[in-house]
């Protein structure tokens, strides 16, 4: 059974600052997804990440996937209060496994 | 372009009345179809997905049920809504291939509150 972990869970960043969210999974998969939620709303897709080695950036967010380690990086440059919301990876298998998400928010 | 429409946006409901969500998407066929709940600050529960008309894949007991009358419509329902059924549901589809590995793209959600 495919698992799948985000971590953090909760990340409180102050606003200019660098960090970097963490998806691992435990099976054998090459598409990776990354969707945002705002508090209230739907899910929105960010990036889709269909092979080893995958980067994609849109604006302060950058994406990666190494099939190998069975890991997913979102890296936040720079944040803004924009960026808060939850974050989610998804890893393709039948159907889709989510993680349980990243809460964050940044503060002035 | 696709889109997926879901309704109620909200609804409030008394415990033991039925429910019924619709969701339809346009612009597509043979769709894959999902229904998620979100309970509040929590992740996604995938509670049935669907490959085809009349298909439907339960992935946890409940007293929820699903049904795809017609190949871009999913509807979920209950006969008696329990208060553990209070939540955010989120219809989604995605394009049907051999793998159903393809991203997700999701409904605006029904909020929904038992009383």
């Known amino acids: 059974e495919l698992k799948v972990e985000q971590n953090p869970l909760f990340l409180s960043m102050q606003e200019g600052k660098n960090y970097t969210i963490y998806c691992n999974y435990s099976?054998?998969?090459?598409?990776l997804y990354w969707y945002r939620q705002d508090p209230g709303k739907s899910l929105e897709s960010l990036f889709v990440?269909?092979?080893?080695?995958a980067v994609k950036q849109e604006g302060r967010l950058m994406a990666s996937l190494d099939t190998k380690a069975r890991l997913s990086t979102l890296h936040i440059t720079a944040a803004v209060h924009d960026l808060s919301a939850t974050y989610f990876c998804?890893?393709?298998?039948?159907?889709?496994?989510f993680g349980k998400g990243t809460r964050l928010s940044v503060i002035a | 372009s696709q889109t997926i429409h879901q309704w109620p946006a909200t609804l409030v409901q008394p415990v033991g009345s039925p429910l019924s969500l619709e969701c339809t998407v346009e612009?597509?066929?043979?769709?894959?179809l999902y229904w998620y709940r979100q309970a509040a600050g929590r992740g996604l529960q995938l509670l049935f997905y669907?490959?085809?008309?009349?298909?439907i894949s339960s992935e946890v007991p409940q007293n929820l049920s699903a049904s795809r009358p017609q190949d871009r419509q999913f509807i979920l329902s209950s006969k008696k809504l329990l208060l553990s059924d209070s939540g955010f549901y989120l219809c989604?589809?995605?394009?049907?291939?051999?793998?159903?590995?393809?991203?997700?793209?999701f409904g605006d959600g029904t909020r929904l509150s038992i009383l």
């Open positions: 998804a890893v393709a298998d039948t159907p889709l496994v």
């Open positions: 669907s490959v085809g008309i009349g298909q």
């Open positions: 990440l269909l092979s080893n080695g």
């Open positions: 099976t054998t998969s090459d598409r």
């Open positions: 989604a589809w995605s394009v049907r291939t051999g793998y159903n590995n393809q991203p997700q793209h």
């Open positions: 612009g597509t066929s043979n769709p894959n």
